[in-house]
């Protein structure tokens, strides 16, 4: 099946630094990129939407100033937390649909564990 | 609001059969039943999807009941590496998916 690439799958930073997350389609073009955030023992909360070439549609609740998604190309989205703070700690997921948005061709990356200090 | 409603955990022998049950009263006429599981820090994995009829793959089996308001996930022999939590959403063709809490599976030697 199609694989969703997503780096990198753990990182630590400081409080108060940005940190970079990349999600790729590796073999397929993604017209609309998924972004969640998923804390322990929770489930999945969506916390935004990119379509390439336009801004991403963020959810209620999720400050677009602080995490800035660019979904540039078909096969790049980026995910930049942005002044992280320790409650920004979390899992950050990914996922990614082909030309036509049919979830059989939903995939997900891996998962980034974010951790701040 | 919920959209589903699943037991927030099921216990499963190995080899046996894994019956995993979804209420979705609420279903509307367009709206797809969806499996993804999720083993412990990785993403989403789709299992399967059905609209009406039941569905079968290399991975499970969908069973829809005719009125559509619930279903059940079938892991025909269940292995330790099926252990994960199972989200069952109910999503048209158009919207994005809510994952709801779903149902820790675990599965026992």
């Known amino acids: 099946g199609a694989v969703v690439s997503q780096h990198p799958s753990r990182v630590i930073c400081k409080s108060g630094t940005s940190v970079k997350i990349e999600c790729r389609s590796l073999?397929?073009?993604?017209?609309?990129m998924f972004w969640y955030r998923q804390f322990p023992k929770q489930s999945l909360m969506l916390m935004a939407t990119s379509n390439e070439g336009s801004k991403a549609t963020y959810e209620q609740g999720v400050e677009k100033d602080k995490f800035l998604i660019n979904h540039a190309s078909l096969t790049l989205s980026t995910l930049t937390v942005t002044s992280a703070h320790p409650e920004d700690s979390s899992f950050y997921i990914c996922s990614a649909s082909g030309q036509h948005l049919n979830y059989e061709k939903l995939f997900f990356g891996s998962g980034t564990q974010l951790s701040v200090l | 609001d919920a959209k589903t409603t699943q037991p927030p955990s099921m216990d499963c022998a190995e080899g046996r059969a894994a019956n995993l049950p979804c209420n979705h009263s609420?279903?509307?006429?367009?709206?797809?039943v969806y499996w993804y599981r999720q083993i412990h820090s990785q993403g989403p994995q789709y299992i399967i999807h059905g609209l009406k009829n039941n569905e079968t793959n290399e991975m499970a089996s969908l069973i829809i009941t005719e009125d559509r308001k619930s279903s059940t996930l079938i892991l025909p022999h269940a292995t330790l590496r099926d252990t994960a939590v199972y989200y069952c959403?109910?999503?048209?063709?158009?919207?994005?998916?809510?994952f709801g809490k779903g149902t820790m599976l675990l599965v026992s030697p």
């Open positions: 959403i109910v999503a048209s063709g158009y919207s994005t998916l809510t």
């Open positions: 609420t279903i509307s006429g367009n709206e797809y």
């Open positions: 073999d397929f073009q993604a017209t609309t």
